[in-house]
């Protein structure tokens, strides 16, 4: 499984677009083949930045998804909204602690 993470700073006028087109949009995403799991977050300080923190069966399946005509008209209205550039990473979880 591979985790994607993706920062996101928007401009702080554009963060109802981003927020509108995100659920609009995220039933789609979460069902793309291969998405396992989907998440939304806001940075509990600078509410214009946001994370999204995502499952995929595997690399293949996330660039087949960034491959998309979905993807491209997510990311091309998406990108307008920036105010710094996104970063963005892949993960595997190698362990995960519990009580």
Known sequence: MLIRIVRLTFRPDAVEDFLENFHVNKQSIRNFPGCLHLEL????????IF??????????YLN????????????????????????????????????
């Open 41 to 48: 977050w806001q940075d509990e300080n600078e509410k214009n």
């Open 51 to 60: 994370i999204t923190h995502s499952h995929w069966e595997s690399e293949e």
């Open 64 to 99: 087949q998804y960034r491959d998309s005509e979905l993807f491209k008209s997510v990311w091309t209205f998406t990108k307008a909204l920036f105010s710094e550039r996104p970063v963005a990473f892949s993960s595997r979880k190698i362990e995960e602690v519990t009580i």
